[in-house]
């Protein structure tokens, strides 16, 4: 089996020699309202119509049917196609045309027709405001049979908060799972109703992280800085939070509070985590934030053995933005070409949806292409459903999902674990959690950083590939 640097080495060349291959995807697209204040795109699957056919001869006659065509299924996309948050939207493009390519011939669902799929787009602008507006337009205006949504908990919570006002199911995925079943200001004895998701467990990410510190010799003292926004305040609570974690592991938590978003100028919190003799850093940020906090960082030499950001810097592309200073930073881990699950609409495993989004966008792979898992539990429910028209019997059947995915399992005939535990995979009746771990970005062959999984404590499934290397500084 090739290894993950081989693999890069292999695709790489190839992929850029093919990537004009995607010009054409965006003749697909087309503009359905033009408005200003959203953009948008719609894609469809179109499926065979039905044919008969009669032969007659002397002796006998032959009529074959095929299924009837029922209506389209119209699926709402709200998805990051502008602004800081845009590395989330960016694989939402191929994965379209990945589906319109693989259900070219419709889909059968539980009423026996045929039908096609059309998604209809719509950009969030990185903003929850936006986020709320685009979700509404497509229930209201649009009136779509379903919304999709990832992006960052941020951008996801407003939409979910959008589906249930307005009795539309709605399907999530990397979104974290406390905020996420809170968007009626419930607990997770009372979640949504509309809103599901396969989501991402905190709890799993804080075990993770405090596995992987403990392999490297350090002071044990962490400076903390959270941005005030839903997934920072989530980290930082006080009770389900990183801290009291950190805390239980033995670290020493030096707590800076919450910084409004844009804030620009982090040199008092730098100053703060230096005098303390901080050795391991964390934090999230949106990855505009964290280049402004760690310039600032380097200028006062601030130079912790372990950087940890979380939310910013999944992506490798944050990375590369960042240049060498980013050498063996770490972050969670949402998805990798060689994690063990295939797409349940055609078949391929997170390798070859890797090769095919580079093949086709001469771009390095992105944990992004995981938000096709959304589609794929669309498809799965769309099949079982009998009465389209049933906004009901649809979020009923949503209820009942046990599939695979490329983001892993889908599971909810397992029981609710309410117990908040690493090991809970269905932490609410809404909820059944992905597969995470925690990455060392490293220096690439291929490309300039690549993720090296280094714990997955949660996820057996997983394989970490390696121990926690401390930050490089210098040339």
């Given amino acids: 089996m090739l290894t993950r640097r081989e693999f890069l080495r292999k695709i790489v060349g190839a992929a850029v020699s093919v990537a004009g291959m995607m010009t054409g995807v965006g003749a697909a697209l087309s503009g359905c309202d033009g408005g200003e204040e959203t953009s948008n795109t719609t894609a469809t699957v179109h499926p065979v119509r039905t044919t008969t056919t009669a032969v007659s001869t002397s002796t006998s006659t032959t009529v074959v049917t095929g299924p009837e065509t029922g209506r389209d299924i119209k699926i709402g996309l709200v998805s990051a196609v502008s602004g800081p948050l845009a590395l989330h939207g960016k694989a939402d493009e191929w994965w379209v045309s990945l589906a319109m390519d693989s259900l070219a011939d419709g889909v059968v669902c539980g009423d026996r027709r045929l039908h096609r799929f059309v998604v ?133 938590c030096v707590p800076a509070g919450l910084y409004p978003a844009s804030l620009g100028d982090f040199t008092s919190y730098v100053s703060e985590f230096k005098k303390n003799g901080c050795e391991i850093f964390c934090g999230t940020f949106a990855p505009r934030d964290f280049f402004d906090f760690w310039r600032q960082s380097l200028e006062q030499k601030f130079q912790p053995k372990i950087v940890t950001v979380g939310e910013g810097l999944i992506f490798p592309h944050a990375l590369e933005a960042l240049g060498r200073s980013a050498r063996n930073m770490t972050a969670e881990c949402l998805w990798q070409p060689d994690w063990p699950y295939q797409d349940s609409i055609t078949g391929r495993t997170c390798y070859e949806l890797a090769k095919d989004y580079m093949a086709k966008t001469g771009d390095q792979w992105t944990p992004a292409i995981a938000q096709y898992a959304d589609f794929e539990w669309a498809v799965d429910v769309f099949r079982r459903v009998i009465d389209l028209n049933s906004r009901r019997e649809i979020i009923g059947k949503v209820a009942a999902t046990e599939m695979d995915s490329c983001l892993g399992p889908i599971d909810f005939t397992a029981p609710v674990d309410t117990s908040g535990r690493s090991r809970s995979r269905r932490p609410a009746a809404n909820v059944y959690k992905a597969p995470v771990g925690v990455a060392q970005w490293v220096e690439g062959e291929a490309f300039g950083f690549e993720p090296r999984l280094v714990s997955a404590v949660g996820s057996p499934r997983l394989t970490a590939t390696g121990g926690l290397q401390p930050m490089r500084y210098g040339p």
């Avoid at 602008?125 to 009136?143: E, V, Y």
């Avoid at 905020?179 to 709890?203: K, M, Q, S």
């Fill in 120 to 252: 209809i787009t719509r950009d969030n602008r990185s903003d929850p405001g936006f986020a709320a507006k685009a979700a509404a337009d497509l229930i209201l205006d649009a009136r779509v049979d379903m919304v999709l949504c990832s992006g960052g908990t941020d951008l996801v919570v407003p939409v979910a908060a959008q589906a249930e006002k307005l009795l539309c199911p709605c399907l999530c995925s990397f979104v974290q799972w406390r905020p996420f079943v809170a968007v009626r200001g419930e607990t997770v004895d009372r979640p949504p109703i509309w809103a599901y998701a396969h989501a991402v467990g905190l709890e799993d990410i804080v075990a993770d992280l405090t596995a992987a510190w403990d392999r490297l010799d350090t002071n044990r003292k962490v400076g903390l800085l959270f941005a005030d926004n839903v997934a920072g305040r989530a980290w930082a609570d006080s009770a389900t939070g990183l801290p009291p974690a950190a805390a239980a592991a033995g670290y020493e």
